[in-house]
Nanobody, 123 residues
Framework: QVQLVESGGGLVQAGGSQRLSCAASGRTSGISFMGWFRQAPGKEREFVAAISRNFDATEYADSVKGRFDISRDNAKDAVYLRMNSLKPEDTGVYYC????????????????WGQGTQVTVSS
């Protein structure tokens, strides 16, 4: 089992920045990639970004490309999401997720999920 705990959410003004953290614990050795998803009220959970644990590879949703940056620290078993130029439409609950295999953008690829952290961007 893998446990994921997110932190760093909160209220921020449009145009501002915020950094989310995800701490992983448990049997993390089998995890091959980790991702961030978000869910706005009344909408489905959507892919935001993902990163390989073992290779220098990342992937982003078109809506955040150029504004968000995903990074990792394997020594700390942590993944981060730096969010810049935030917009009101970035508001939602942000979830950290971990996967053994699969397609990075697909929610169903991820076996492990955190509890989520709320990000609210005010206009």
């Amino acid at each position: 089992q893998v446990q994921l705990v997110e932190s760093g959410g909160g209220l921020v003004q449009a145009g501002g920045s915020q950094r989310l953290s995800c701490a992983a614990s448990g049997r993390t050795s089998g995890i091959s990639f980790m991702g961030w998803f978000r869910q706005a009220p009344g909408k489905e959970r959507e892919f935001v970004a993902a990163i390989s644990r073992n290779f220098d590879a990342t992937e982003y949703a078109d809506s955040v490309k150029g504004r968000f940056d995903i990074s990792r620290d394997n020594a700390k078993d942590a993944v981060y999401l730096r969010m810049n130029s935030l917009k009101p439409e970035d508001t939602g609950v942000y979830y950290c997720a971990a996967a053994v295999s699969g397609t990075w953008r697909y929610r169903t690829s991820y076996e492990y999920w955190g509890q989520g952290t709320q990000v609210t961007v005010s206009s």
